[in-house]
């Protein structure tokens, strides 16, 4: 089972990272850490950085293919035609290609969703029709052999579900239970129709600081 995982600069690293420890667990694993060339690739935050193991264009199988997204970083992939190009190659070798957050703009821009409904983080939802797909509020939603997930964490409910359609439900039961994954989150907001209004917008104020701080990170790294 031959799973690439994309990463670039500024990917969000849980969006990688939650559904790697998930599906690092199907049988004969061997996951592939990708990006445009080898070598450490920072994520969001400057403290934290992921190896590529290899660079996309040494991609020459993958049953699955994994985009992670970003807060801001997604827009420069989504205009880097080398990354799309191999996305799209690499995509038509899969029997699953799946997104998680803003990942699923950039499968959208990539052309994959073309007529599709798709999801992605709340905030990106009204990108995705840009690029000709139907956006639709949901944790997660399956078109074909294509699964992309909302925000960050609903990429572990992605990958125990498509764990679930690889090996059926015993084996991602199992799965569930050797990551204790048993979501009792300790503040009451059970969904996106639930958050209160003030909520909302100081959500979104965080993400226009988050902006902020991190183009002045790029500049200053620049």
Not at 192 to 214: I, T
Request: aromatic share 8%.
């Amino acid at each position: 089972m031959e799973i690439v995982l994309l990463l670039y600069k500024g990917f969000t690293a849980l969006d990688a990272i939650g559904p790697y420890e998930v599906l690092s667990r199907l049988p004969d694993a061997a996951v592939k850490f990708a990006a445009k060339e080898k070598g450490l690739v920072q994520s969001e935050y400057a403290s934290l950085k992921m190896m590529a193991t290899h660079s996309l264009a040494e991609i020459e199988m993958a049953d699955i293919l994994l985009i992670p997204g970003s807060t801001t970083a997604f827009l420069d992939v989504v205009k880097d035609g080398e990354i799309i190009y191999h996305i799209q190659r690499i995509d038509a070798m899969t029997q699953w290609t799946a997104s998680v957050c803003t990942g699923g703009v950039i499968l959208a821009a990539a052309g994959l969703l073309k007529g599709k409904e798709a999801t992605t983080h709340w905030a990106a939802l009204p990108l995705l029709s840009q690029f000709g797909a139907t956006p639709v509020s949901e944790r997660f939603l399956q078109q074909g052999k294509i699964i992309t997930a909302a925000g960050v964490s609903a990429g572990i409910d992605m990958a125990l579900y498509l764990t679930k359609e690889i090996e059926g439900d015993s084996y991602a039961k199992m799965v569930q239970v050797m990551v204790e994954y048993y979501p009792e989150p300790p503040i009451d907001i059970p969904d996106l129709s639930a958050v209160p209004k003030d909520v909302e917008n100081a959500a979104r104020e965080f993400f226009k600081e988050e902006m902020k701080r991190m183009n002045k990170e790029a500049v200053a790294v620049g």
